[in-house]
DNA sequence: TTCTTTTATCACGATATAACAATATAATAA
DNA sequence: TTATTATATTGTTATATCGTGATAAAAGAA
């Protein structure tokens, strides 16, 4: 029950699920994430180590860069059910303006975007 | 994506996935409930509120009791969907001991038990 | 009516969580 | 080495949530 709990506090936050709708899209450092949420540094790593705590991201990392990603494997028992639940989520206005930003920095050189 | 919160909250808690696995097994008034949570009225009540309100559970009125089931409509867009993940849920011990003293206490009459 | 029973709601203290600034850590470049 | 960049962690403040006592509301019994 602990680990369940863990992934459904995980998933009950506006801006961790903005995120989780994000990497539906693709691998994001924390920078480019930061940047289309509008958020601090400070902030965005913080829901992102919830979201690996709870076995829903996993992250690798590239020199000073760390790239999070949806978990893709069974990590604890329901981590793919809740993945799969907010697949089913229609995205409302603030998801699409999210997508919106997404696809212009996707566009950018990240050495470029994640100094500014 | 405010239901969806609304939602992953309600099942975010110890005592409200205890009550929706009790509810699994059937109907049950608030005071049955309070005596095999070993918890306040106030307390019972509330966790039914926030658990109604997300559209999990529904409640009919028989004279002075409240009687509560699962939720087998779709009131929402997601609230089957949630019910059905916590249906995985695999019953650890609290929920194991919950699930004994329901059997004790539907075997009594709810006229004396609830009135202890 | 008055009393009892059951449930819902309000108010409170304790705890948890959110966003953020400041700082620490780690990798790389100069 | 020192400086820079990206990320993680810590501490602070504001807000949210949990459990509970007190109260209110609704239904029925006396």
Known sequence: MR?????????SDE???RILKLLEKGEFCVCQLMDILDMKQSTV???LGILKT???VECRKNGTWTFYKLS?????????DFLK???CL???FLIQEDKKRLKEIAKQDIRILCKS
């Open 3 to 11: 680990d369940f709990i863990l992934q459904a506090k995980a998933i």
């Open 15 to 17: 801006t961790r699920i």
């Open 45 to 47: 790593s913080k829901h």
């Open 54 to 56: 709870a076995g829903l």
């Open 72 to 80: 893709n494997n069974l990590i604890n028992n329901y981590n793919l």
């Open 85 to 87: 639940l907010l697949s």
């Open 90 to 92: 229609k995205d409302d």
